[in-house]
């Protein structure tokens, strides 16, 4: 089932086109990944599904309903979530207390209520708390829930990004690039856990990512961007033999060299 319907989405910026006429579906339960070298137009894709950007034109639907143009709080409400390229954790407060802002769309006590602990929270806080610590421990950092999200390595914050995200409730999570700046057993812990929230949390993901390894592991579908347009999509097996993708990441010698080698 296609959880997620893009059609011909378009976003130019000036003269500059970094999305042209781009059409995906993303299945229920099944990880899609966006990949392409530096500045395909990627990030700009997320950016249009999450309402940051408003498309130039196209169209967005989440269960036959669309979604384009709408603000980025009204997306989240939806059921869409996303981690950024660029960590945006905050940082004087608490690994717990980011997850507790995760959640403040769903708590009546909103989000100050909830970090500066204001009378007649008490009650929805206690909830609030046990639910972004198990979140904490379902992505592997229960012991530092007290401790200052700032103080945590780089892959760690990646993974309370993804905490962070899940806390929200999404039946459609974003991922950009989670393993930016991870080093190989980081990649590979990480590997797992997207695949374990795939399968045990139903989710529908959608992966942007420049490890091919992790993208070729655990992609049931791939669509590669060049310069701002679709250049092919497929299962990993056939993305990674197409041409047009090798020539877009290694150049066209490259790709006339692997073909000669069959
Ligand atoms: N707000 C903006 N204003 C102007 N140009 C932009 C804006 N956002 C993105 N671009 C341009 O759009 C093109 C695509 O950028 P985008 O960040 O989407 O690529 P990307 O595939 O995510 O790249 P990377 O892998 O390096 O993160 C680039 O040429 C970029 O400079």
């Known amino acids: 089932m296609t959880i997620l319907e893009v059609e011909k989405l378009t976003k130019t910026f000036g003269g500059l086109t970094a999305n042209k006429e781009i059409s995906l579906q993303a299945e229920a339960n099944k990880i899609t990944a966006v990949i392409g070298p530096n500045g395909a137009g ?53 690994v717990l207390e980011n997850v507790l802002v995760g959640m403040h769309t769903h708590l009546k006590a909103g989000i100050f209520g909830t970090i500066f602990h ?9 909830i609030a708390e046990r639910e972004a610590y198990r979140l904490l421990e379902y992505v592997g950092l ?7 999200a700032a103080s ?21 999570l974003l991922l950009d690039e989670p393993a930016a700046g991870m080093n190989p057993k980081e990649t590979a812990d990480l590997t797992g856990l ?23 592991e655990i992609s049931d579908y791939i669509y590669v961007l060049d310069h701002g347009e679709l250049i092919a999509e497929g299962l990993p097996a056939q993305v990674r033999h197409d041409k047009k993708v090798i ?9 006339e060299e692997q073909e000669a080698e069959g």
Request: aromatic share 6%; net charge positive.
């Open 194 to 216: 997207i695949e374990k929230i795939k399968q045990e949390m139903d989710m529908t993901i959608i992966l942007i990512e420049h490890d091919m390894k992790l993208v070729m």
């Open 42 to 94: 990627k990030t700009t894709f997320f950016n249009m599904i999450t309402g940051v950007y408003k498309p130039t034109s196209g169209s967005i639907k989440l269960r036959g309903e669309s979604i384009g143009g709408l603000k980025p709080h009204a997306v989240a409400k939806k059921g869409i979530s996303r981690t950024f390229q660029n960590i945006r954790l905050f940082g004087p407060i608490t």
């Open 247 to 255: 020539e877009a990441y290694l150049g066209k010698g490259a790709a």
């Open 142 to 148: 229960e012991e530092h829930y007290n401790d200052e």
């Open 118 to 126: 204001l009378p007649g929270v008490d009650k929805e806080e206690r």
């Open 152 to 172: 945590l390595s780089y892959g760690s914050q990646r993974r309370l990004e993804i905490a962070r995200a899940l806390a929200t409730k999404p039946s459609v």
